[in-house]
């Protein structure tokens, strides 16, 4: 189990409506917040320079909170500006 684990909601509806509504936020604002848009990211395997366990943030679907509703966001995100 993850240290410091920040569940926002366990309901399946709220994580459901949450991430729908990140989704069209992502869309509708071109937010980038992936590993394939950050600094930190290696390699064609998109792997992360910190060795972060990355599969949800490389391969996964566009959401903000995974099956447990816990945030996937990487605090450590820095955007390629180049
Ligand atoms: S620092 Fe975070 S966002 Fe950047 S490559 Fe590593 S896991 Fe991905």
């Not at 709220?14 to 509504?21: L, S």
């Amino acid at each position: 189990m993850r240290k410091n684990r920040r569940i926002v909601t366990s309901d399946p509806a709220e994580i459901a409506a949450r991430n729908e509504g990140f989704r069209r936020e992502v869309a509708e604002f071109d937010l980038v917040y992936r590993c394939d848009s950050c600094i930190h990211v290696r390699g064609e395997e998109h792997s992360c320079i910190f060795d972060y366990p990355n599969e949800m943030l490389v391969r996964g679907d566009v959401q903000a909170l995974d099956d447990n509703g816990e945030w996937v966001f990487c605090k450590d995100f820095e955007i390629q500006d180049g």
